[in-house]
C-alpha cells in the first residue's frame, strides 16, 4: 500500500532555533516527493520539489534532502522565524498513471515560539 | 503567487441547503481537483478533472458533483448538506506543479 508518513506530529521550537521534520514513504514506482507549506487555514503552497536523481535542494532557509533508495526525506528549518509556524506536508508522486497521483502526508505542525 | 481563486472562504450554512463552491484558475492548466481536509489530517481527493466535459470521482468518497464546462472554472456542489460535510474544500490545479487555492471552510449546522 502506498503511503506518506510524517514526523513529529507536532513540534515546537523557539525562534532562531533550527529543525528537521522527517517524511518516509513507501510510494511505488516513485516520481518526485515535494514540500509544502500551509499556513492555518489557507491552502498548501510549494517549498521544493525533487526528483529520482536529486537528493538535496534548497529554497531560502529551507534545505529538503531525499535518499531514494532508504525512501526518506527531511526538511531542515535554518533560524526558524515566527512566520515558519505552519503545517508543514510531504507529497509524493507515483509514476504508475498519466494522472501521476499524489499523496499526501498528514503533516509536522510547526509552532515557532519567541 | 498561484492564479487559483475559491469563493467562498468561509460558509456556515444550515442542513438541507444547496451549496456551490467555485474555483477558478488562470493558468490554462488542464487539471484540476478537489480535496477534502479536516483538521490534523491529510488532504483527501474526491473529485478530479483532466480537461473540459472530463470528470472523476477521487479517492474519498463524497456526495458532492462537480462539474467541468469551461477550462478555468470547475465548481463543486452539494445538493443538500449535511453537518458531516462540515470540512475545508480545496481546489488545486497542476501542470508540472500543482497549485492549491486558499480553500472554503464549510460548516454546516
Known amino acids: 500500500k502506498n503511503q506518506v508518513e510524517q514526523s513529529p506530529q507536532s513540534l515546537i521550537i523557539l525562534e532562531g532555533k533550527n529543525c528537521t521534520l522527517q517524511?518516509?514513504?513507501?510510494?511505488?514506482?516513485?516520481?518526485?516527493l515535494r514540500w509544502y507549506k500551509q499556513d492555518t487555514g489557507r491552502g498548501p503552497v510549494s517549498l521544493t520539489i525533487?526528483?529520482?536523481?536529486?537528493n538535496t535542494k534548497s529554497n531560502g532557509r529551507y534545505t529538503a534532502t531525499l535518499d531514494a533508495d532508504t525512501k526518506q526525506s527531511s526538511l531542515h528549518i535554518t533560524a526558524s522565524q515566527l512566520s515558519d509556524s505552519a503545517s508543514y506536508i510531504c507529497?509524493?508522486?507515483?509514476?504508475?498513471?498519466?494522472?501521476?497521483?499524489?499523496?499526501f502526508g498528514r503533516g509536522t505542525q510547526l509552532t515557532v515560539w519567541p | 503567487e498561484a492564479d487559483i481563486y475559491q469563493t467562498p472562504r468561509y460558509l456556515v450554512i444550515g442542513t438541507g441547503k444547496k451549496i456551490t463552491l467555485e474555483c477558478s484558475q488562470t493558468?490554462?492548466?488542464?487539471?484540476m481537483y478537489w480535496y477534502q481536509q479536516d483538521p490534523g489530517m491529510e488532504l483527501h481527493l474526491i473529485h478530479y478533472?483532466?480537461?473540459?466535459?472530463?470528470?472523476e470521482k477521487g479517492d474519498l468518497s463524497s456526495e458532492s458533483t462537480v462539474s467541468r464546462i469551461r477550462t478555468e472554472h470547475f465548481p463543486l456542489t452539494l445538493e443538500s448538506a449535511r453537518p458531516s460535510h462540515t470540512s475545508q474544500y480545496l481546489c488545486?490545479?497542476?501542470?508540472?506543479?500543482?497549485?492549491f487555492g486558499p480553500g472554503t471552510r464549510l460548516t454546516v449546522l
Open positions: 525533487m526528483t529520482f536523481s536529486e
Open positions: 488545486a490545479s497542476r501542470e508540472n506543479e500543482q497549485f
Open positions: 507529497v509524493v508522486s507515483d509514476r504508475g498513471s498519466t494522472l501521476g497521483r499524489l499523496y
Open positions: 478533472s483532466y480537461g473540459v466535459n472530463s470528470t
Open positions: 517524511c518516509n514513504y513507501t510510494v511505488s514506482p516513485f516520481s518526485n
Open positions: 493558468m490554462g492548466h488542464d487539471k
